[in-house]
């Protein structure tokens, strides 16, 4: 998918902040957190000067567009600038790690904790998805320091020149912000900053005003006139105005205050008023702002109970609890600690800070302690006047008289700074005489960024390890979440402990997840990996669940005969589409849609089965493939079918489900078949296995089909497509319904399901003749010549569903998504949609499972790729066939002369095909003298 912003540009104030923001971006880089972004930077103000957010803007422009074509990029690219270099001196406790990295009590769809920064880039990206054409090059400047909710609420970043996002508040909120005055056409005449109620009289509505959001959206134009009034255009070799105040030479540039002012101007000399007067100055109102700003103590200490008011992005919830941040109902907070000491006192901050390599520091402040506020203006310290702590050497020599600036704070092992720390909650200041102060300001150059984040994973790592008991939250993190908390292999087998304890608990059909849980904590040690192999092997059984063997099905008496013989044949089965969305559990959470097409071989059907009643009391089974036959005289041997890998899985498992296995506990085989008579199962495939072709499901729904013939019992669709499913569950490989969907009725077949756990087809045939040409004129099936086990690919899905893999989620969405638009292109027979919709189709499925193609497919389709229009694999893939369309008949006939001569696996190779109307069909032959079908042919019927 395409990126919604090019680049993303994070504005820092000193290199010490851009190192820890170039780290935080990283990890989230490194972690798929980024999605949406294309490349990302971080630019530091030049000289450590503050040179305003309008000037940061232009400068990180221009060091873009140099060396990318200049104009020309500005006019193509989508770029998000995001202004997070404030020193947070109203939140000294991450006025290291600055404001957008605030750690909140947000978790992501992957159970990793949030930070404003992580909310603020979802969000600006879903807004600019909506609110910007599909290749519409934009600047977008926002703060990084408040989330709004555009995403949600939708609103329009396109038009010309500069449009603004605002939203209405009353003046309480106005008053602390820029507000616009519009005209009737949304047009700004005026732009207020921080007004006062008089000059606020008549810029209001209903007692509401338009309150700039921070977020401006600049058209190309308008962002090169910008460029231009201050002297830098993007090819220039000057920097004008811009690198005069770069150099500290000229007043920093405000973005929200003097870029308006220029393009609102009616006169005025100055080059930047020239460039934008008359530019197009408008304003899109959000409907809704949520308008969640973390800059002081206080509002990080109510962020949880501000929480339950505010819409969060998709894919991001509410944390019941918050380990990098400890609070409590006294109104104290801590950060770097697993506890709040008894000595905090009330309304009282503590941040324990890592420095250089080794060392610490310890921040104690009072919530509402404003370290911007000079002794002047009330500045206190832990509530207490300045004045009142200066011993005489608090502040050097020129310095303001902040909190910020006074030399207050040592560094030192941990447990000497606690306890510092502590005497100055009592009132005692550290007499200069004990070793070096330092001001805060110099202190956040100093603080080690990755020792900090380290611990702050740490702090939220072992909070949720010591929440394990039964009702605790932590268990509704994802699993790899829960399992990765583990630390050491004595932690893993605590956290799996108490997962297999749920499983024991929970029903039938929720212990899937609790199995999974203790699985991946367990796999992650070598020694352990014993136990991590039988927890997924609970894991399937927990999905499949265990099915009841059927009692004892009342058989007539013409099937008792011996002599009679059922012939049952079936064709194969291509997935154009929604593949997956078939399979347990994941049908019974989103319901399933499957387009397919039953295809016949070589002018015939695939599958063929014959059963054949046998005097003896027992079952025989033999495969004309193989070579093989295999007789099974106990009860106890017909159900061992649980190894998918037996090739006589398949036989045993029908005839269990059939009722021809007796009860546990019951009568012997022999005297369970002694009236009834014994059973040979013939089975003959035509196709390789592991071929992708449904091979396995079909071939098991015409067993069903034959023996339930040989005892005389009809079998509708219905009922063969659920007795199907479960005897892939018996014999544990899992799978959903599309492939016996597929195969037992004829033609290009819609298959949907509901959601819940009683699956039950519904079947839509789908005639397209367009479509159906195209394949017969353009299609190619060619085998690989290589082999795979569904069960594995299936097993490496499952457990992404199982896991609340949010990407994984994402994709089956999709998946179905896109057998919905192949359908509407079949019925409506547009074929080349239609082929379109396939090829994406596959794509999803590769997205899903990147073994869906192999090295030897993917360099098949790059050395044909120029001949095809389309291409699939008719299964889950990982080897088997691949259909492919050709451009033309003419490109059919080169790709045929191409994959003849091309070497691969033993068997690779063209495979004649075509659509297959007929379906599943049974005969049954009532004497075998004379050969002849005496019941005909019988059509499986269609409910």
């Known amino acids: 998918m395409d990126p919604v912003f090019d680049h993303l540009v994070l504005t820092a104030s000193n290199p010490a902040q851009a190192r820890a923001y170039r780290r935080q971006l990283a990890e989230r880089e490194a972690e798929g957190g980024l999605r949406g972004i294309g490349a990302w930077h971080v630019m530091e103000d030049p000289g450590g000067r503050r040179v305003g957010s309008g000037a940061a803007t232009f400068l990180a422009l221009r060091a873009l567009a140099r060396g990318r074509g200049g104009a020309a990029f500005v006019r193509r690219a989508r770029v998000l600038v995001l202004h997070s270099g404030g020193d947070s001196r109203r939140l000294p406790a991450f006025a290291a790690l600055g404001k957008a990295f605030v750690p909140l009590p947000v978790r992501d769809a992957r159970g990793r904790p949030a930070a404003l920064m992580d909310l603020i880039l979802r969000d600006l990206c879903e807004a600019a998805r909506g609110g910007l054409g599909a290749k519409e090059a934009r600047l977008v400047v926002a703060c990084g320091d408040v989330y709004l909710g555009m995403g949600t609420a939708g609103v329009s970043l396109s038009g010309e020149g500069v449009r603004c996002a605002a939203f209405r508040a009353p003046f309480r909120v106005a008053a602390r912000h820029g507000v616009f005055v519009v005209d009737g056409s949304g047009k700004v005449t005026r732009v207020l900053q921080k007004p006062g109620r008089r000059e606020a009289a008549g810029a209001g509505r209903g007692g509401k005003f338009l309150v700039d959001s921070g977020v401006f959206s600049f058209a190309p134009e308008a962002s090169l006139r910008v460029l231009r009034g201050l002297g830098a255009g993007p090819s220039a070799e000057r920097e004008g105005t811009l690198g005069k105040i770069a150099r500290g030479e000229a007043p920093a540039l405000d973005l929200y205050q003097d870029i308006p002012t220029a393009a609102l101007a009616r006169h005025g000399e100055d080059r930047l008023r020239g460039a934008l007067r008359g530019t197009p100055f408008s304003v899109s109102v959000l409907p809704r702002c949520e308008f969640l700003?973390?800059?002081?103590?206080?509002?990080?200490?109510?962020?949880?109970?501000?929480?339950?008011?505010?819409?969060?992005?998709?894919?991001?919830?509410?944390?019941?609890?918050?380990?990098?941040?400890?609070?409590?109902?006294?109104?104290?907070?801590?950060?770097?600690?697993?506890?709040?000491?008894?000595?905090?006192?009330?309304?009282?901050?503590?941040?324990?800070?890592?420095?250089?390599?080794?060392?610490?520091?310890?921040?104690?402040?009072?919530?509402?302690?404003?370290?911007?506020?000079?002794?002047?203006?009330?500045?206190?310290?832990?509530?207490?006047?300045?004045?009142?702590?200066?011993?005489g050497g608090l502040w050097p020599r020129g310095a303001d008289h902040t909190l910020w600036s006074a030399r207050i704070w040592r560094t030192g092992s941990r447990r000497e700074m606690l306890r510092i720390a502590a005497g100055l909650c009592a009132g005692r200041l550290p007499r200069p005489s004990q070793g070096g102060r330092m001001a805060l300001s110099d202190l956040v150059r100093r603080v080690n960024g990755a020792r900090l984040a380290e611990a702050l994973r740490e702090a939220d790592r072992e909070g949720l390890l010591r929440d394990l008991g039964p009702r605790a939250t932590v268990w509704a993190l994802p699993a790899p979440t829960i399992a990765g908390l583990a630390g050491s292999a004595r932690e893993a087998r605590r956290v799996a402990a108490a997962a297999e304890a749920h499983a024991q608990r929970a029903a039938r059909d929720g212990r899937a997840r609790w199995w999974r849980i203790a699985q991946l904590a367990y796999e992650r040690w070598p020694a352990l990996r014993g136990r991590a192999a039988r927890c997924e092997g609970r894991v399937f059984e927990s999905i499949a669940r265990e099915y009841s063997e059927p009692r004892r099905v009342k058989v007539s008496g013409a099937a008792r005969r011996s002599g009679v013989r059922?012939?049952?044949?079936?064709?194969?089965?291509?997935?154009?589409?929604?593949?997956?969305?078939?399979?347990?559990?994941?049908?019974?959470?989103?319901?399933?849609?499957?387009?397919?097409?039953?295809?016949?071989?070589?002018?015939?059907?695939?599958?063929?089965?014959?059963?054949?009643?046998?005097?003896?009391?027992?079952?025989?089974?033999?495969?004309?493939?193989?070579?093989?036959?295999?007789?099974?005289?106990?009860?106890?041997?017909?159900?061992?079918?649980?190894?998918?890998?037996?090739?006589?899985?398949?036989?045993?498992?029908?005839?269990?489900?059939?009722?021809?296995?007796?009860?546990?506990?019951?009568?012997?085989?022999?005297?369970?078949?002694?009236?009834?008579?014994?059973?040979?199962?013939?089975?003959?495939?035509?196709?390789?296995?592991?071929?992708?072709?449904?091979?396995?499901?079909?071939?098991?729904?015409?067993?069903?089909?034959?023996?339930?013939?040989?005892?005389?019992?009809?079998?509708?669709?219905?009922?063969?497509?659920?007795?199907?499913?479960?005897?892939?569950?018996?014999?544990?490989?899992?799978?959903?319904?599309?492939?016996?969907?597929?195969?037992?009725?004829?033609?290009?077949k819609v298959v949907t399901t509901t959601p819940g756990t009683?699956?039950?087809?519904?079947?839509?045939?789908?005639?397209?003749?367009?479509?159906?040409?195209?394949?017969?004129?353009?299609?190619?099936?060619?085998?690989?010549?290589?082999?795979?086990?569904?069960?594995?690919?299936?097993?490496?899905?499952?457990?992404?569903?199982?896991?609340?893999?949010?990407?994984?989620?994402?994709?089956?969405?999709?998946?179905?998504?896109?057998?919905?638009?192949?359908?509407?292109?079949?019925?409506?027979?547009?074929?080349?949609?239609?082929?379109?919709?396939?090829?994406?189709?596959?794509?999803?499925?590769?997205?899903?499972?990147?073994?869906?193609?192999?090295?030897?497919?993917?360099?098949?389709?790059?050395?044909?790729?120029?001949?095809?229009?389309?291409?699939?694999?008719?299964?889950?893939?990982?080897?088997?066939?691949?259909?492919?369309?050709?451009?033309?008949?003419?490109?059919?006939?080169?790709?045929?002369?191409?994959?003849?001569?091309?070497?691969?696996?033993?068997?690779?190779?063209?495979?004649?095909?075509?659509?297959?109307?007929?379906?599943?069909?049974?005969?049954?032959?009532?004497?075998?003298?004379?050969?002849?079908?005496?019941e005909g042919v019988r059509r499986l019927p269609p409910r």
């Open 566 to 748: 059922v012939v049952a044949t079936a064709p194969a089965r291509v997935d154009l589409a929604g593949g997956w969305s078939d399979t347990p559990p994941m049908c019974h959470r989103f319901g399933g849609l499957v387009v397919n097409a039953a295809i016949g071989l070589n002018g015939g059907h695939a599958m063929e089965v014959t059963c054949t009643r046998l005097e003896e009391p027992q079952v025989r089974v033999r495969s004309i493939d193989l070579g093989r036959v295999r007789a099974i005289r106990t009860a106890a041997a017909l159900r061992r079918f649980d190894d998918p890998r037996d090739w006589t899985a398949l036989a045993r498992g029908a005839v269990v489900l059939s009722g021809m296995c007796p009860p546990r506990g019951g009568p012997t085989l022999r005297e369970w078949l002694r009236d009834r008579g014994g059973v040979e199962i013939t089975m003959h495939s035509r196709v390789p296995k592991g071929s992708g072709l449904g091979t396995s499901s079909i071939l098991g729904a015409t067993i069903l089909a034959a023996v339930a013939a040989l005892d005389g019992r009809g079998q509708r669709a219905g009922a063969l497509l659920s007795a199907t499913s479960r005897l892939e569950q018996l014999i544990t490989t899992g799978g959903g319904w599309q492939d016996q969907a597929g195969g037992l009725l004829g033609g290009i």
């Open 293 to 391: 700003h973390v800059g002081t103590t206080r509002e990080l200490l109510a962020l949880p109970e501000r929480l339950l008011r505010t819409g969060l992005p998709e894919g991001f919830a509410r944390a019941a609890g918050d380990w990098r941040v400890l609070r409590d109902r006294r109104e104290r907070m801590v950060v770097g600690l697993d506890r709040i000491p008894g000595w905090l006192p009330v309304k009282t901050g503590l941040a324990v800070l890592p420095v250089g390599a080794r060392r610490w520091a310890a921040l104690t402040f009072g919530v509402d302690d404003d370290f911007k506020a000079s002794c002047e203006a009330g500045g206190t310290l832990l509530g207490r006047p300045l004045a009142s702590w200066d011993d």
């Open 758 to 934: 009683g699956q039950a087809p519904r079947i839509e045939r789908v005639r397209s003749p367009g479509f159906e040409r195209l394949l017969s004129e353009r299609g190619v099936l060619y085998y690989t010549g290589e082999q795979r086990l569904a069960r594995d690919i299936l097993r490496s899905v499952v457990g992404r569903f199982v896991d609340e893999d949010p990407a994984a989620l994402r994709l089956l969405v999709e998946i179905k998504a896109e057998a919905r638009r192949l359908s509407t292109a079949l019925r409506r027979d547009e074929p080349e949609l239609a082929v379109a919709c396939l090829t994406r189709a596959l794509e999803l499925k590769c997205l899903l499972d990147p073994g869906t193609t192999t090295a030897n497919i993917r360099a098949l389709l790059g050395e044909v790729r120029p001949l095809l229009s389309g291409w699939c694999t008719p299964g889950a893939g990982g080897g088997g066939y691949v259909l492919l369309i050709a451009r033309s008949r003419a490109d059919r006939e080169t790709l045929e002369r191409l994959l003849a001569r091309r070497e691969g696996p033993a068997g690779a190779g063209v495979t004649a095909w075509s659509i297959d109307h007929r379906g599943l069909r049974v005969s049954v032959e009532r004497d075998a003298r004379l050969g002849a079908r005496g």
